[in-house]
């Protein structure tokens, strides 16, 4: 039996033109290919149409209501940290690729899966057993973050689970164009190593401006620039790939 995201994901490439990177790529983990889809990369600037304002009507992400750009621009709470070449086994292991989050109830059942593929050195659970939500609303991770397979799973539980940002300082170029695509968390690269400045526990804050981004840790008191998640917000704040387009008037609406 076709596995339901796995069509919705070929439908995404349809509608999406390819999201290419502004070339800020980094090939530390992955040998030479450019049109390797693995390969990590930085935040990359998109070639999207501009929304325009063809109705009031709401649209709808697999989850809820989309938010306003304004109710996004700013997300605050606490971290978990991981390391390097966190990969999609890690962020939701196999077993949980049965679960169809287009299910309202599957969609919090996925959520509390999320990073339990994570090795036992990892102490704190970022969803506790029995929960559906985690205390955790901003991952920081290091390189190549999200590399392996193409599953959209993987942006879409830490999205279920409650999870607002990732913050990396490189991530597979397949899991940010997940990100986007399903709307499901914004992944933000970061200049520095942050996952060695921050805790799992450090209460934070994460700004979306116009230039450039910027991560407060509130804990030690620093703060850390992120690069500009460029043309990929707009399809976020609308929540996801389909409802911009949608919303941009590319395909006809849901209620069409």
């Known amino acids: 039996m076709e596995n339901p995201l796995s069509s919705r994901f070929g439908e995404h490439l349809r509608v999406c033109p390819k999201l290419s990177s502004d070339g800020r790529q980094r090939r530390r983990n992955h040998g030479g290919d450019d049109d390797d889809p693995f390969a990590p990369t930085s935040t990359a600037s998109f070639n999207l149409k501009p929304l325009v304002t063809r109705s009031s009507s709401a649209f709808v992400t697999r ?3 989309a938010a306003s750009p304004q109710e996004r621009k700013t997300f605050h709470g606490l971290c978990y940290v991981v390391g390097d070449n966190i990969d999609t086994d890690q962020i939701i292991p196999a077993e949980f690729l049965t679960v169809v989050p287009s299910n309202s109830d599957e969609y919090s059942k996925l959520g509390s899966h ?7 050195s990892y102490k704190n659970r970022f969803v506790e057993l029995g929960e559906t939500k985690t205390r955790y609303s901003i991952v920081i ?9 193409s599953r959209e799973h993987a942006p879409v539980c830490l999205g279920a689970a409650g999870a607002k940002s ?3 300082q490189s991530f597979a170029r397949i899991f940010f164009r997940n990100a986007v695509a399903t709307g499901e968390v914004y ?9 060695k400045e921050c805790r799992t526990g450090d209460v934070a804050t994460v700004e979306l401006r116009e230039e450039e981004s910027v991560l407060i840790n509130h804990t030690t008191g620093k703060e850390y620039r992120l690069n500009a998640i460029g043309d990929a917000g707009p399809v976020i704040d609308a929540g996801g790939i389909f409802a911009y387009a949608r919303k941009a008037g590319m395909i006809p609406s849901a209620a069409a």
């Open 166 to 168: 990732v913050v990396a």
């Open 187 to 195: 992944p933000l690269d970061a200049e520095v190593r942050v996952c």
């Open 141 to 149: 991770g290091g390189e190549n973050f999200g590399c392996g397979s």
């Open 63 to 65: 989850s809820s209501a």
């Open 114 to 120: 999320a990073l339990t593929g994570l090795p036992a």
